[in-house]
């Protein structure tokens, strides 16, 4: 049983593995890398279609890039990229060689370089972003997190000292920004679903207890049916508002 549970834990960690490095090569992988990558693993056809599906569902081109024409955002997501998109079209542009001139002097420390370069890679955070949207966080914030990245990262360019590896620093940190954020919000989810699954079972066991003795129960009788400790409880209720109604949660003796 051990066995599965590792196998599970390696192919979980394969797939994260193949899904930031497609991440770092602008979205897109090979099936070739795919395959190699789960290599030791030996998937069936089934089992790699649905690693193929996965990547899909995350936006990430196999073999073929991604068109974010035909991505599907909410009007107000439309609206907001559209907006944002109009306001990044006033910054100034500049020439590969300008890019290159602005970025020894942000690496040099120079603050209106730096400036510059955040003006240079604005577009490239709502690429990142795009990729990342339809995974539970809104566009508009996943914009916010990339560009807080964009502006910390312009400052931390020494650890880079050449002006080609800037683009790629930059980018990592765009993408590590969005997925800490998509985690989080996962984790937010998972902690909701708890919380909402902990009130349910009180609820449920109250209400079972109740309609034996024909009235609301107390804290105390339900903590001696079930064998439960009063902290348990009082959270469910802390939790649903006082609002489980077949639970007398008063402190009256």
Not at 66 to 94: C, G, I, R
Not at 117 to 139: F, N, T
């Amino acid at each position: 049983m051990g066995n599965i549970g590792n196998k599970e834990k390696e192919f979980a960690e394969i797939l994260k593995l193949v899904t930031r490095t497609a991440r770092e090569n602008k979205n897109l992988i090979s099936k070739e890398q795919v395959k190699e990558a789960f290599s030791e693993l030996d998937l069936d056809e089934k089992q790699f279609e649905m690693v193929l599906e996965y990547l899909k569902s995350h936006k990430i081109g196999v073999d073929e890039e991604v068109d974010f024409s035909e991505e599907e955002l909410t009007e107000e997501e439309t609206n907001y990229l559209n907006d944002y998109l109009e306001s990044l079209s006033a910054l100034p542009t500049y020439s590969d060689g300008e890019k290159e001139a602005i970025s020894m002097a942000a690496i040099s420390g120079d603050k209106e370089a730096q400036q510059k370069l955040i003006h240079c890679y604005l577009p490239l955070v709502v690429d990142v972003a795009r990729m990342y949207s339809e995974q539970g966080v809104y566009l508009e914030d996943l914009i916010g997190e990339g560009n807080v990245a964009l502006t910390k990262g312009v400052t931390m360019l020494d650890a880079v000292g050449e002006p080609a590896e800037v683009e790629g620093f930059l980018y990592k940190m765009m993408l590590d920004a969005m997925e800490a954020i998509i985690e989080e919000n996962l984790a937010e989810d998972a902690g909701g679903q708890k919380v909402l699954k902990l009130v349910q079972e009180v609820a449920d066991k109250a209400k079972e207890l109740s309609e034996d003795l024909r009235r609301k129960v107390t804290v105390k009788e339900l903590m001696e049916e079930t064998g439960w400790d009063e902290d348990k409880i009082r959270s469910a209720i802390k939790f649903s508002g006082d609002a489980i109604e077949d639970l007398d949660s008063g402190e009256k003796k």
